[in-house]
């Protein structure tokens, strides 16, 4: 069953530091989603990605955060310089034209130091 | 502007009982409805969706949710629980114009007693 993927499934890193947290939706979706979720947090939407452009983004995706589809497969989240409460658990998620739920993966979970 | 509210942050439930978690939604019109279930370490697994038709929806795992446009509701159900389903379901709610992004309760975590 195709599924999406993210890697590394959890990083460390030095606050100030530049992290690219990476995703590979599922091969025929046209619709990709970052959320993420603060430890005893709910799930936050952070940006919706559609026809190599952001659709739609949150207050917390500000400059310090971009995305990219950098090829066919990927689809990557980058925070340029990390702070502390950037640490938690980020889902990628995407979903097909036509469908109305979106497929989640296993998560990164990002702890800045 | 969306919102989703789960009352209740834990529930413990003993093997075998029925369960019934409980969401509440605000949206200005006929939203899509989803519970996602997340067990530990793992990510967001869909157990169900409402977006029309029938009230009363299946899911995957002996799970179903009510649609109750009245009480702006959607609650999880499930007859009789197993072990396996400790875990933290968080109901989300959908817009359904635009490119869908989800806006998510708080959770609630199911602890099951032997």
């Known amino acids: 069953e195709p599924e999406v993927t993210q890697t590394p499934s959890h990083q460390v890193t030095q606050m100030g530091q530049e992290v690219i947290l990476r995703c590979v939706p599922i091969?025929?979706?046209?619709?990709f989603y970052w959320y993420r979720q603060i430890l005893g947090q709910k799930v936050e939407f952070l940006v919706s990605?559609?026809?190599?452009?952001?659709?739609?983004k949150s207050e917390i995706f500000d400059d310090q955060f971009s995305v990219e589809r950098p090829d066919g497969s990927n689809f990557t989240l980058k925070i340029r310089s990390t702070k502390l409460e950037d640490s938690a658990m980020y889902f990628c998620?995407?979903?097909?034209?036509?469908?109305?739920?979106?497929?989640f993966g296993q998560g990164t979970r990002l702890t800045v130091v | 502007a969306q919102s989703v509210t789960q009352p209740d942050i834990h529930i413990t439930v003993s093997e075998g009982a029925s369960l019934e978690l409980r969401c509440n939604y605000s949206?200005?019109?006929?939203?899509?409805l989803f519970w996602y279930v997340q067990s530990p370490g793992q990510g967001l697994q869909l157990l169900l969706k409402?977006?029309?038709?029938?009230?009363l929806v299946q899911g995957i795992k002996g799970f179903e949710a009510e649609f109750k446009r009245s009480q702006s509701s959607f609650n999880l159900r499930k007859p009789s629980v197993h072990w396996s389903d400790a875990a933290e379901y968080f109901c989300?709610?959908?817009?359904?114009?635009?490119?869908?992004?989800?806006?998510f309760g708080t959770g609630t975590r199911l602890l099951v007693s032997p």
């Open positions: 998620a995407s979903r097909n034209r036509g469908q109305t739920e979106a497929f």
């Open positions: 091969s025929n979706h046209l619709y």
């Open positions: 990605f559609y026809n190599n452009e952001i659709s739609e």
């Open positions: 949206y200005g019109a006929t939203p899509y």
């Open positions: 409402y977006f029309s038709g029938d009230t």
């Open positions: 989300a709610v959908g817009a359904t114009a635009g490119f869908q992004k989800l806006v």
